[in-house]
């Protein structure tokens, strides 16, 4: 089992920069990736960015140039680095970790930024 914590989420102003944290405990042995989603109300929940194991990030064209995925493997913590934001990122920011191949979610953090 993979249990995760995110926090940092909040209400800012457009323009302005939030980063979101995410815990990651529990069996961290076998993670293929982590990443970030989030859900809009009355919307699908819509993938990020996300991190490989050797590194590599994938971003969603909305966010590319404005976020960025990290990780810190000696505190298995996950973040996302949210600048320029825009009202249109407000939603509920979910972490995701791929354990071998089976998913796992946080709780979510609400993101809201006012216009």
């Known amino acids: 089992q993979v249990q995760l914590v995110e926090s940092g989420g909040g209400l800012v102003q457009a323009g302005g920069s939030l980063r979101l944290s995410c815990a990651v405990s529990?069996?961290?042995?076998?993670?293929?990736?982590m990443g970030w989603y989030r859900q809009a109300p009355g919307k699908q929940r819509d993938m990020v960015a996300t991190?490989?194991?050797?590194?590599?990030?994938n971003y969603a064209d909305s966010v590319k140039g404005r976020f960025a995925i990290s990780r810190d493997n000696a505190k298995n913590t996950l973040y996302l680095q949210m600048n320029s934001l825009k009202p249109e990122d407000t939603a509920v920011y979910y972490c995701?970790?791929?354990?071998?191949?089976?998913?796992?979610w946080g709780q979510g953090t609400q993101v809201t930024v006012s216009s």
């Open positions: 529990g069996s961290t042995t076998g993670i293929n990736a």
């Open positions: 995701n970790v791929l354990r071998r191949f089976y998913p796992y």
């Open positions: 991190i490989t194991n050797g590194g590599s990030t």
